[in-house]
T-cell receptor
């Protein structure tokens, strides 16, 4: 059973516009969420994270929103740039409250394509 | 600081063999985790080591094992390789046990023939 779901395998956005990537989770023990970006043949690169005590975290062009009641988070990229084209993974951890279950649970990823 | 390094980057083995993969974490990081990425299952957690002790283990058979050395470097071993073990194996490090951001290496691409 997938505990972290990214329901859109791919997303195409025009350069300069906003990209919104979505992620849903089912495990209420998750309390720390991260977004990673991955290019082919490379390891995931950390983008931004959010703790469950917050509902928004912003870092430059990247903003993550967390809706705990809906068990939903989203990553906003504004404005989208050609270099943003990559696969984006949502990940969750029960590290803070899970007694040490620190492994990340990943979604299957969304392939973001930025069109010129 | 240098990032997480993994060796080798590519490996080809045959069924029944065993393989050892190596990971050097970011300097000062004492936690090392291993993940397997396959097209069908995505990224899955294998295990985590902190201060030479395994803290957590994912849902993988006992053929998958690991260890961590006093300098925080970690190795992962897979014995009796199966075709389904073909995957990208990723190592990630962080500076503490518990919640925190994991930084990934480039991975080792293992192909089992």
């Amino acid at each position: 059973d997938q505990q972290v779901k990214q329901n859109s395998p791919s997303l195409s956005v025009q350069e300069g516009r906003i990209s919104i990537l979505n992620c849903d989770y089912t495990n209420s023990m998750f309390d720390y969420f991260l977004w990673y970006k991955k290019y082919p043949a490379e390891g995931p690169t950390f983008l931004i994270s959010i703790s469950s005590i917050k509902d928004k975290n912003e870092d430059g062009r990247f903003t993550v929103f967390l809706n705990k009641s809906a068990k939903h988070l989203s990553l906003h990229i504004v404005p989208s740039q050609p270099g943003d084209s990559a696969v984006y993974f949502c990940a969750a951890s029960a590290g803070a409250s899970g007694g040490g279950a620190d492994g990340l649970t990943f979604g299957k990823g969304t392939h973001l394509i930025i069109q010129p | 600081k240098a990032g997480v390094t993994q060796t080798p980057r590519y490996l080809i083995k045959t069924r029944g063999q065993q393989v050892t993969l190596s990971c050097s974490p970011i300097s000062g990081h004492r936690s090392v985790s291993w993940y397997q990425q396959t097209p069908g299952q995505g990224l899955q957690f294998l295990f985590e080591y902190f201060s030479e002790t395994q803290r957590n283990k994912g849902n993988f058979p006992g053929r998958f094992s690991g260890r961590q050395f006093s300098n925080s470097r970690s190795e992962m071993n897979v014995s009796t390789l199966e075709l389904g073990d073909s995957a990208l194996y990723l190592c990630a490090s962080k500076d503490r046990a518990g919640v925190g951001t994991q930084y990934f290496g480039p991975g080792t691409r293992l192909t089992v023939l």
